[in-house]
């Protein structure tokens, strides 16, 4: 990852950054991350971690079977919110029938 952010990008695709990783590194991997956003760059972060996820994002979109039902915004992007909309939220899908 060090070698991507030294070369400024544009934008990041990153899959689980911090997993594996102790936690002086997760907050230095995310301390670099808003270095890249600050300078107008863009970082799209996947994570199983609604708790990072809440942390590190200012807009959280939500798949369910490949769709997209959800996109939490400023004030509702929490660990709650993003757990309750990943298991089910409140849409209504052919198996609720």
Same mark, same amino acid.
């Given at each position: ?16 950054? #911090?997993?594996? =990783? $102790? ?13 890249? *956003?600050?300078?107008?760059?863009? =970082?799209?972060? *996947?994570?199983?971690?609604?708790? %990072?996820?809440?942390? =590190? *994002?200012?807009? /959280? ?7 997209? =039902?959800? #996109?939490?915004?400023?004030? %509702? /992007?929490?660990?709650?919110?993003? #757990? ?5 939220? #409140?849409?209504?899908?052919? %198996? $609720? $029938?």
């Amino acid at each position: 990852m060090a070698k991507w952010l030294l070369s400024n990008p544009r934008l990041l695709l990153l899959d689980e950054p #911090t997993q594996g =990783v $102790d936690v002086g590194a997760r907050q230095q991997i995310i301390e670099q991350l808003r270095k890249v *956003c600050s300078a107008g760059g863009a =970082v799209m972060y *996947c994570s199983a971690d609604h708790a %990072e996820l809440a942390e =590190v *994002c200012d807009r /959280v979109l939500i798949f369910r079977r490949g769709r997209l =039902v959800r #996109t939490l915004n400023g004030d %509702e /992007v929490d660990k709650d919110s993003i #757990t309750r909309e990943c298991i089910g939220g #409140t849409e209504r899908g052919p %198996e $609720d $029938d």
